[in-house]
T-cell receptor, first 115, second 115 residues
Framework: DAMVIQNPRYQVTQFGKPVTLSCSQT?????MYWYQQKSSQAPKLLFH???????NEADTPDNFQSRRPNTSFCFLDIRSPGLGDAAMYLC??????????????FGQGTRLTVV | DQQVKQNSPSLSVQEGRISILNCDYT??????FLWYKKYPAEGPTFLIS?????DKNEDGRFTVFLNKSAKHLSLHIVPSQPGDSAVYFC??????????????FGKGTKLSVKP
């Protein structure tokens, strides 16, 4: 009974062709995150939602967008994928933000390949 | 300018012995620290955490030590088991400041426990 589910596990897209990665959660957590992890690198936060409030990291390229239509779902849209965007994309959720430190729960990730 | 550093990319330990994974941080605003374990092709799984008001937290075979003055934490696994072989990520967050609650990760240490 997975709690944070990412689809698909593996995605191959063409250079420049828009692609959407999806994440759903059954934890009813109010915060959802998207991380990008390249080989041998630390997971890097792209943005997060606190409920419906979108928070973009300063160095996240404009090519990356996100949508959260409801509590359970969050999408990562890459408008024009480049070869440098090939990475593992991790979705995570957490219960709260600011009022107390809690751990984040991760999905299994989507491995994106750009050809 | 990595805020969370794991200087050892890999560590090899004999089964039954102690594994010690180290992590250093630079941001004095960090007040919550976590360790995640990651198997290949899976998302990180939360392992153990520690708040800055403590210097030790123990959970079964896993103990995390925090030295705030040195901005250093370590994860001890004893006894180590072959199933512990994975990449271990250190992460930190700050309750206050510009990125409340967002996890900042180190690059990870690959632990190999040999039978």
């Amino acid at each position: 009974d997975a709690m944070v589910i990412q689809n698909p596990r593996y995605q191959v897209t063409q250079f420049g062709k828009p692609v959407t990665l999806s994440c759903s959660q059954t934890l009813n957590h109010n915060v959802m995150y998207w991380y990008q992890q390249k080989s041998s690198q630390a997971p890097k936060l792209l943005f997060h939602y606190y409920d419906k409030d979108f928070n973009n990291e300063a160095d996240t390229p404009d090519n990356f967008q996100s949508r959260r239509p409801n509590t359970s779902f969050c999408f990562l849209d890459i408008r024009s994928p480049g070869l440098g965007d090939a990475a593992m994309y991790l979705c995570a959720t957490s219960r709260d933000l600011g009022r107390g430190n809690t751990e984040a729960f991760f999905g299994q990730g989507t491995r994106l390949t750009v050809v | 300018d990595q805020q969370v550093k794991q200087n050892s990319p890999s560590l090899s330990v004999q089964e039954g012995r102690i594994s010690i994974l180290n992590c250093d941080y630079t941001n004095s605003m960090f007040d919550y620290f976590l360790w995640y374990k990651k198997y290949p092709a899976e998302g990180p799984t939360f392992l153990i955490s520690i708040s800055s008001i403590k210097d030790k937290n123990e959970d079964g075979r896993f103990t995390v030590f925090l030295n705030k003055s040195a901005k250093h934490l370590s994860l001890h696994i004893v006894p180590s088991q072959p199933g512990d072989s994975a990449v271990y990520f250190c992460a930190a967050s700050a309750r206050y400041g510009g990125s409340q609650g967002n996890l900042i990760f180190g690059k990870g240490t690959k632990l190999s426990v040999k039978p």
